[in-house]
């Protein structure tokens, strides 16, 4: 049974860090893509960042360029999303997704995490 579980949301000031783990378990993770989603109240899930299987390329989406980076660590099934200089905006339940070819469409994803909420005051 495939599970991702993620870890590391809380509360920050805007312009405070966060990082934001996801362990996997039930799958070959170093096989698979892997994906940071958020969705805000009332918002639609959107891509936030993704990582090839041997995090040889990163995508960001635009709003969060320059400010999160997207890491793995093979050995641990773990997928890390750090994010710097936060935003009120930013303010989500963030979600890591898996997959064998991945992307940035959310529906190219087959197993996701239950979500993190991140909340930034500013």
């Not at 958020?38 to 891509?47: C, D, I, L, N």
């Not at 090839?52 to 997207?70: E, Y």
């Not at 710097?84 to 989500?92: V, Y």
């Not at 190219?108 to 909340?119: D, S």
């Amino acid at each position: 049974q495939v599970q991702l579980v993620e870890s590391g949301g809380g509360a920050a000031q805007a312009g405070a860090s966060l990082r934001l783990s996801c362990v996997a378990s039930g799958l070959p993770f170093s096989s698979y893509h892997m994906g940071w989603f958020r969705q805000a109240p009332g918002k639609e899930r959107e891509f936030v960042a993704s990582i090839i299987w041997n995090g040889a390329s990163k995508f960001f989406a635009d709003s969060v360029k320059g400010r999160f980076t997207i890491s793995r660590d093979n050995g641990k099934n773990t997928v890390y999303l750090q994010m710097n200089s936060l935003k009120s905006e930013d303010t989500a339940v963030y979600y890591c997704a898996a997959d064998l070819a991945g992307g940035m469409a959310k529906s190219l994803y087959q197993y996701w995490g239950q979500g993190t909420q991140v909340t930034v005051s500013s």
